[in-house]
T-cell receptor
Framework: KAGVTQTPRYLIKTRGQQVTLSCSPI?????VSWYQQTPGQGLQFLFE???????NKGNFPGRFSGRQFSNSRSEMNVSTLELGDSALYLC???????????FGPGTRLTVT | AQKVTQAQTEISVVEKEDVTLDCVYE???????LFWYKQPPSGELVFLIR??????QNEISGRYSWNFQKSTSSFNFTITASQVVDSAVYFC????????????FGEGTQLTVNP
């Protein structure tokens, strides 16, 4: 089976712009979660989607949003980018009945 | 609130040495799940092991073993006969049943295995 894929792998944006990141889960996995990793804050949970519904949300401002499509692919959007949004954004997927999450390679976002 | 602490920031060993990574967790849930992930320089988090709160049996899987003790809220991970390819950042994580798949990660331990 193919693993979790994320596009793009690298992205450079300017402060104030918006960005959309994409994640394709492992085939058959209906749950997709997003995490932000920074040197200062470590790995932090953003949100989880299951069957196109957001099931859980971390402590991030409303500028961070996401959605999931009927094929389980997910996108996350960050509007009005700030310098502090520079991070590695990781996507993870799992089946509905399992607690193991499998991560993609991440998208490294740099905000200048 | 759930919390995971990895007190060891960095560990350096020589190849073939055994190394144990420490993890202490806090949770109010009675049902929870503990994980170890490995993050090599490429950045992808690789799932290693999972343990359920209701199963304290410790196991060995190849060169990996873990010691789960609810009495001390610890979930330590041991690599036997370490290899250079084991060099990575290792994360301990906790998921509470009431929080769905939300993972709370520790700070990570940078393991360097020298030849």
């Amino acid at each position: 089976k193919a693993g979790v894929t994320q596009t793009p792998r690298y992205l450079i944006k300017t402060r104030g712009q918006q960005v959309t990141l994409s994640c394709s889960p492992i085939s058959g996995h209906r749950s997709v979660s997003w995490y932000q990793q920074t040197p200062g804050q470590g790995l932090q949970f953003l949100f989880e989607y299951f069957s196109e519904t957001q099931r859980n949300k971390g402590n991030f401002p409303g500028r961070f949003s996401g959605r999931q499509f009927s094929n389980s692919r997910s996108e996350m959007n960050v509007s009005t980018l700030e310098l502090g949004d520079s991070a590695l954004y990781l996507c993870a997927s799992r089946t509905g009945g399992s607690y193991e999450q499998y991560f993609g390679p991440g998208t490294r976002l740099t905000v200048t | 609130a759930q919390k995971v602490t990895q007190a060891q920031t960095e560990i350096s060993v020589v190849e073939k040495e055994d190394v144990t990574l420490d993890c202490v967790y806090e949770t109010r849930d009675t049902t929870y799940y503990l994980f170890w992930y490995k993050q090599p320089p490429s950045g992808e988090l690789v799932f290693l092991i999972r343990r359920n709160s209701f199963d304290e049996q410790n196991e060995i899987s190849g060169r990996y073993s873990w010691n789960f003790q609810k009495s001390t809220s610890s979930f330590n991970f041991t690599i036997t006969a370490s290899q250079v390819v084991d060099s990575a950042v290792y994360f301990c994580a906790l998921s509470e049943e009431t929080s769905g798949s939300r993972l709370t990660f520790g700070e990570g331990t940078q393991l360097t295995v020298n030849p």
